[in-house]
């Protein structure tokens, strides 16, 4: 039976087989998690209302494309201080896409602990639907739906920017751009770039949606839960990114793929 992080927390860690079997328990609810993606399509109007919260917190989803702009705007920002930089960093763009994800999945913790907490979870269970479909699945499939199109944005913004500070402000030819701009960012790095991103935004609402679903304590466990899947999601970016970005791009000469 799969305990909550905190019940497990709240053991004693006595022995390594604490930590292990908090670690299994974990992927054994990412499993589930993931395994029930194909039955969590059957609730179109839960992943549509997600995506709404995803996108803009709150509100219709007719008002959706707000966040659209805002990160447009932030995106076109960042690339108008890597022309002024340089091309070097054009690898870092983007990451402002995924980071978002983090501030939605604390929502998704807030929101699945609370269900949790009022018993709403246990409602569905004897009502006949699967809580892990319909709380989980349906989220995973909203923030990866809405991280593609605001990271196109994000990159197009950013490249755009790029463009015009290189080629308007400092007089840069665009031919000679475009043609070192092709040179040192090939389309299968991009390509690589979206992996990224949808891995990024599937861990971290599998993260955030695991400790709500677990959370106990009322309000003060709730907050509690929050704050650990925050670091922990933090962490998993971090070591991700690192193996990702190794075996996708490589260092020296090192690269484990094309």
Not at 5 to 19: D, H, S, V, Y
Not at 22 to 44: D, N
Not at 170 to 179: A, I, N
């Amino acid at each position: 039976m799969l305990r909550s992080p905190l019940q497990t927390a709240a053991r004693p860690a006595t022995t390594a087989a604490t930590g292990l079997e908090q670690f299994y328990e974990q992927f054994a609810f990412f499993g589930r998690a993931l395994a029930s993606l194909p039955r969590a399509l059957r609730h179109r109007g839960e992943i549509i209302a997600e995506i709404s919260n995803v996108t803009v917190g709150i509100g219709a989803f007719v008002v959706g494309g707000g966040m659209f702009f805002v990160v447009f705007a932030l995106s076109s920002a960042t690339g108008y201080e890597v022309g002024l930089e340089s091309f070097s960093s054009l690898q870092g763009i983007g990451a402002q896409a995924f980071i978002g994800v983090v501030a939605s999945g604390a929502g998704f913790t807030a929101e699945i602990g609370a269900m949790r907490v009022s018993e709403e979870i246990d409602a569905l269970e004897v009502i006949g639907v699967e809580s892990v479909a319909y709380v989980v699945g349906t989220r995973i499939w909203a923030a990866v739906i809405t991280m593609v199109p605001l990271y196109l944005a994000a990159i197009f913004a950013s490249y755009l920017g790029t463009q015009l500070i290189s080629t308007k402000f400092f007089g840069l030819p665009l031919g000679v751009y475009q043609h070192y701009f092709n040179l040192l960012l090939p389309p299968i790095d991009v390509l690589f770039s979206f992996i990224q991103v949808v891995v990024f935004a599937v861990v971290v609402t599998l993260v955030h949606c695991y400790y709500g679903y677990y959370a106990t304590g009322g309000p003060v466990g709730v907050g509690t839960a929050t704050g650990r899947a925050i670091r922990f999601s933090f962490m998993s970016i971090a070591v991700l990114n690192m193996v990702l970005s190794f075996a996708f791009y490589g260092s020296g000469g090192a690269r484990l793929v094309g």
